[in-house]
RNA sequence: GCCGCGUUGGUCAAGGGGUUAAGACGCAUCCCUUUCACGGAUGAAUCACGGGUUCGAUUCCCGUACGCGGUACCA
């Protein structure tokens, strides 16, 4: 296997609809072990399957790379020295070496028909092997080019008869390899069936196509899920017949991210209310919008920081980190092999830290785009940086600072009188109409100079600062939360302290 | 069914023949705070099971169980 190659990389999506967590956390990988050995890393779009194409699926991918801050070296939007990078365009390539391998007897032509492998499925299901397999055990007794003679293919292919290339898989062998984060792993090639390698439509299908491209674009370490295991051992022996094992990329097979129940699915984000895509994705065929972490409100700092976090550790207890810093510590061998579950409660947490650590300036305009959702304009920069600062440590989620914002530019959408109503009296409706006035003759040069007016004037009125605090709270913001009722009140000035005070103490009013 | 990969608190996990088995999230209690958070402290909670090997297994080996993945002309 190749080892003194320059580092090149591959995430290689199916451009089929949103993307996944699991899928974000691969390109993440790719992308850290690029980085850190000064290596390339390549989008390619795995397209062979035109049945399932979505439009607008491709271009989605790569917004959310963009946000992620991933950016490809080479792929079908910034091109590059091995293009195309999209399968589909490579279509003629992967014949030639399929030809390659019937001619040498590694794979032949197969001309069943879906109803004739229909049949020998169910011909061949039993109790004890629900999922019958096109293998060494059937394939003579199937309409190929080992069972049929040369002219009957030949005369069947100048025909056009649809056919499909399988590769032959060898009966008793043993095939293995060295997985980077599992070690040497071996399969049984009697037990594994002979895919197809090129498909009716002369599409390759993955297993092909991954092989080729991957030689073809001098990829030297290959990465990619867990569910690709098992089909290993093929393309194993696809590189063996066609490009040689010392040619071959190092294989990485990364744990599955898990849902609640298994593994991780857009159902389980509704069912649970947590996303499961990068960003929003909406199905152009039904319409279905499926919420992504960017609109929930994650910054893609943590969104990186938790994905990297997830199936990897540098064994301190370091767990906020930046790209640069992940890029620096990242290391294939402390990947685990087991699957992870999801938790986004943790999640949450990571995004939380991220908003306390960035600075406010950097915040801003993405505070803006969730105020603006909620139809607050907000064209002071300056005081909006006061309240990212007064704030910050209250919003877990970007979207937070709507509930915690919003009142610094609006009166409160919710007045929780109930909470001050049951212990109101005229002593404080007196406090309050004396404190209005106080405020709008003087100006205070800091909340801590308004705070000991408030508390002079409650003693001289026998209250308890207490008492008229949390009213004073209501008032301005709404509700039971905030900062410091002075800072708010000294940020908010005067004219507009007054107006909410007065707005309240006129609800309080007996009918 | 078969094949593969896994299995340390509820979750993410460190550790790897002898440890009081780290830390984080979450949870609980307390402190700070005349709100809510932040911050600080404390606490409950873990080596799947059975056999070996060994003076000694959570750690090594073998089974079993369980989980996940695969078993398509999908990737």
């Not at 020998?120 to 190929?144: A, F, G, H, I, L």
């Not at 295991?229 to 990485?252: C, T």
Request: charged share 30%; aromatic share 12%; net charge negative.
């Amino acid at each position: 296997m190749s080892t003194d190659k320059k580092v090149r990389v591959r995430f290689a999506p199916s451009p089929t609809g949103g993307l996944h967590l699991g899928g974000v956390r691969t390109v993440l990988y790719n992308y850290l072990f690029a980085k850190k050995y000064g290596g390339d890393f390549v989008v390619r779009i795995e397209d062979t399957d035109q049945t399932r194409f979505v439009p607008g699926a491709e271009e989605y991918i790569f917004e959310c790379l963009k946000w992620c801050g991933l950016y490809p070296d080479e792929s079908v939007v910034n091109g590059g020295e091995y293009r195309p990078y999209r399968q589909s365009e490579r279509k003629e390539r992967y014949k030639l070496y399929v030809e390659e391998l019937v001619a040498e007897g590694h794979a032949y032509y197969a001309f069943d028909t879906p109803e004739q492998l229909e049949e020998m499925r169910n011909k061949n299901r039993t109790d004890e092997n629900p999922s019958p397999q096109y293998d060494y055990k059937v394939r003579m007794q199937m309409r190929n080019s080992l069972t049929l003679s040369g002219e009957e293919v030949h005369r069947l292919i100048r025909s056009n008869t649809p056919y499909v290339i399988r590769i032959k898989m060898p009966q008793n062998e043993t095939v293995s390899f060295t997985d980077m984060i599992r070690g040497e792993v071996s399969f049984d090639t009697s037990l594994v069936d002979d895919k197809v390698l090129l498909k009716a439509d002369g599409m390759p299908t993955y297993h092909l196509a991954v092989v080729v491209d991957d030689h073809e674009m001098k990829i030297s370490h290959a990465f990619r899920g867990e569910e690709w295991l098992p089909s290993a051992p093929v393309h194993v022996l696809l590189w063996k017949y066609l490009f040689g094992l010392d040619a071959m990329p190092q294989w990485a097979h990364f744990p599955l991210i898990l849902g609640p129940s298994g593994k991780l699915s857009k159902r389980d984000g509704a069912k649970y209310g947590f996303p499961v895509f990068a960003m929003n994705w909406t199905d152009p065929k039904t319409g279905e919008l499926t919420e992504g972490f960017k609109e929930k409100g994650f910054l893609p700092e943590a969104f990186i920081n938790l994905l990297a976090l997830l199936g990897w550790n540098d064994g301190t207890e370091q767990e906020i980190y930046s790209l640069s810093e992940l890029v620096e510590k990242f290391s294939m061998d402390r990947v685990h092999s087991a699957g992870a579950k999801f938790d986004y409660e943790k999640a949450k947490w990571f995004n939380h830290e991220w908003i306390k650590k960035l600075n406010t300036g950097y915040l801003l305009p993405k505070v803006k785009v969730v105020l603006a959702a909620k139809n607050i304009e907000v064209d002071d920069d300056a005081k909006l940086s006061t309240v990212i600062d007064l704030v910050k440590d209250r919003c877990t989620l970007l979207t937070d600072f709507d509930e915690q914002a919003a009142y610094f530019f609006k009166e409160p959408k919710i007045m929780e009188l109930h909470a001050i109503q049951p212990k109101w009296n005229e002593t404080k409706t007196a406090f309050f109409k004396e404190w209005a006035s106080v405020l709008f003759s003087k100006d205070f040069a800091d909340p801590h100079q308004m705070e000991e007016q408030f508390k002079e004037l409650a003693a001289s009125m026998q209250l308890k600062p207490g008492e008229v605090m949390m009213p004073f709270r209501i008032m301005l913001v709404g509700g039971k939360f905030g900062p410091h009722v002075f800072d708010i009140a000294h940020l908010l000035g005067k004219g507009e302290t007054v107006k909410r005070i007065n707005e309240v103490l006129k609800m309080l009013e007996p009918a």
